[in-house]
Every structure is written in C-alpha cells, then in structure tokens.
C-alpha cells in the first residue's frame, strides 16, 4: 500500500507541476508581468504549500523540531536537487532583475535564521522577526509588478480574453492543488517505509520530509526545464527558499514558543546541516548574480552533491 502511494503521488506532483507552470507562464503573459515574477510569487507560495502542512502538523504534535529539519533539509534539497535535475535535462540560463533582489533577499533572510537558530533555541520574538521578513517580501514584489506594463492583451477579443482567463485559473487552481495533495500522499507512504527500515524522527525530517515536500519544487522546475522556461526554474527555487525560511521558519518559531516556550535547535543542525543550507544559497552567486548559464556539467554535480549530503546523514 506504501509503495501505491508513492507512485500516486509521483503521477500526481508530475500533472500538477505542469499545469501551474502553464498556468503561471500564461498568466504572467495576460497581465503583462514578467513569467519571472509569478514564479517568484504565485508558483512560489504555491509549492511552498505542504512545507506549512507538516510545520503545522509537527508543531500540533508537540514535534516542532521535526517542522525545523524540513525548513533546513528542503532549502538544501531546492537548491542542489531541485535545480540540479532540471539542469540535466536543460541549460538553465540566467534570470533577470526580479531574481538578482529577490535572491538577495533570501541569501539575508537565510544569514538572520542561522544567527536566530546559532542562540541554540527560536524564540517568539525570532518568529515574529521572520514573519515581519515575509511582510517587507511581499510589499517589494507587489510594486515591483505594478511597475511592469499593464495591457498586454490589446490583440485578444474580450471574448477570447475571458475564455483564456478562466482556463489559466483552472491550470494554476489544479496545480497549486494538485501539488500538496499529490507530495502529502507520496510522503505517507515514503514515511510509514523509513519507519518500518528503523530511521530516526529526526533523520525522517531531514531526509524523507525535507525531499518530499520539496517534490512539488521539483515537479515544477522540471515542467519549466521542458518548456523551456528557465526563468520560472529560478524564480521557483529562490522564492521557494525565501517562503521557507520567513514564513515557514517564522510559523515553526512563533507556534513552537507559543505552544512550548520556545523550539530548541538540534545540535545537528547547528554543527551540519544550517551551515550545508547556507554554503547551497551562497552556490548560486555565479547563476544568478554573475550571469553564468547553469549547465548540465553543474546539475550532474549537484545532484550528487545532494545525494553525498544524504548518505551523511543516514
């Protein structure tokens, strides 16, 4: 039955992820903002989904450690998987504007969440920090939208423009849907079988967890390696990371403290697995800050990179 699920889930993260990169890409086109930007907002937040699941899940348990470990393990695993696979089947080219600030923004919000988590536990006042971080992200990509052009659609009937419309919002509607369910089934199953081999909650957290919920990630930048949408790769995998750490991070530190006192950090984490998290976010200066393509040479060492990350941990 575990292994049924596994392979739905699989089928079901795979539909989903291209119909939102459709979806998103279409969308970005009728608005007349850049396929960049709704990567790094709508498809973002989307896929960001079932990380805020299982944080909310841990902390419900009484196991906000666990939710901590995903934050960590799947900002490693969205840079050096989710980006190195889509690598190997296509060159990811470099991406605009939008990206180079929205990765800057990132790369600091990962430097205050190690600082907070080095303290050895996240306090309320940590998660309230992180969660204001969210607030200040999304304001900055709300106007840097509104300064794009706004009629891009002036060759289209109002017929043809509605029709288009609806059929993008069911694209992006099916997906930002289809890709929690599809990862939340894929980890029931991937779970109960670590469980069955033995393995630690907390190895659990940063492995089978951390992958799994990075799988809509996944999903996502290989139907926009496909497509051709190198933009929408990027923008997917540094939006995803920024959502994870002040939104993600913030609800894990804020609930934690208000259920417990305060979430303390795993010795682990503060000697390992923060400091990989850090090292994967710096990785992607030449790719996005220095224009440099993202070749099939890097994905390959990537994703053994991760790989080599997960037989140190297990």
Do not use: K
């Not at 993260?13 to 086109?29: E, I, K």
């Not at 960590?72 to 504007?97: K, T």
């Not at 069911?170 to 109960?192: C, F, K, M, R």
């Not at 940063?206 to 496909?226: F, I, N």
Request: with cysteine; aromatic share 2%.
């Amino acid at each position: 039955m575990e292994w049924v699920l596994v392979a739905a889930g699989l089928v079901l993260l795979t539909g989903a992820g291209d119909l939102l990169v459709r979806g998103a890409v279409g969308l970005s086109l009728r608005l007349g903002v850049s396929a960049l930007l709704v990567s790094l907002t709508v498809v973002s937040l989307g896929t960001a989904a079932p990380e805020l699941v299982v944080t909310i899940e841990a902390v419900l348990l009484g196991t906000p450690e666990l939710a901590l470990g995903n934050v960590v393990g799947s900002n490693i695993a969205n840079v050096l998987l989710v980006l190195g696979v889509p690598a190997v089947i296509a060159v990811i080219r470099p991406a605009g504007r939008e990206a180079r600030t929205s990765y800057g923004q990132m790369v600091l919000a990962t430097i205050v969440f190690v600082a907070l988590c080095a303290m050895g536990s996240l306090t309320l006042l940590g998660g309230v920090v992180l969660l204001l971080g969210l607030v200040v992200v999304v304001t900055a990509q709300i106007r840097s939208a509104r300064r794009g052009p706004t009629d891009p659609s002036d060759g289209d009937s109002a017929e043809d423009a509605v029709r288009s419309g609806r059929r993008l919002a069911v694209y992006i509607v099916a997906g930002l849907v289809g890709l929690p369910i599809g990862a939340n089934l894929l980890l029931d199953g991937a779970t109960s079988i670590a469980r069955e081999a033995g393995l630690s909650d907390s190895v659990i957290g940063l492995t089978l967890v951390a992958a799994g919920t990075s799988l809509p990630e996944l999903a996502t930048t290989v139907a926009a390696a496909v497509r051709g949408r190198s933009d929408v790769v990027i923008g997917s995998v540094v939006g995803s990371n920024l959502v994870n750490i002040v939104l993600i991070g913030g609800t894990v530190a804020a609930a934690g403290s208000l259920a417990a006192g305060s979430v303390p950090v795993d010795l682990h984490l503060l000697r390992l697995d923060l400091w990989v998290m850090l090292a994967a976010a710096v990785l992607l200066i030449p790719f996005v800050l220095l224009g440099r393509n993202l070749t099939r040479t890097w994905g390959v060492t990537m994703t053994g990179a991760y790989v080599a990350y997960l037989v140190v941990l297990l």
